[in-house]
């Protein structure tokens, strides 16, 4: 299903989206298609959010497109930091 579709089923709300295709240009995630898992009311959505795991996300309608920001992990490595002060 297109984001188009799902903008005119469910106008106004947040719902719970499986991601069946997208691609990476410029660190973004463009989703193309998806299926859609159910609605999600206010209330809950950041709780979805998250308990939502892999290729789950929860996103609202009122935006045009679903547009991802990919980010790096960052971490802090405390063995190495621990190996270098012996």
Known sequence: MKWSEVRNLYPNQFVKLKVLSSHIKNEQEFVEDMAVITPVSDQLATKE??????????????????????????????????????
């Open 49 to 86: 959010l998250l308990k939502s795991k892999g290729d789950e996300l929860i996103f609202h309608t009122a935006n045009e497109s679903i547009v991802l920001e990919i980010r790096q992990d960052v971490g802090l490595r405390r063995f190495d930091y621990l190996e270098n002060q012996a």
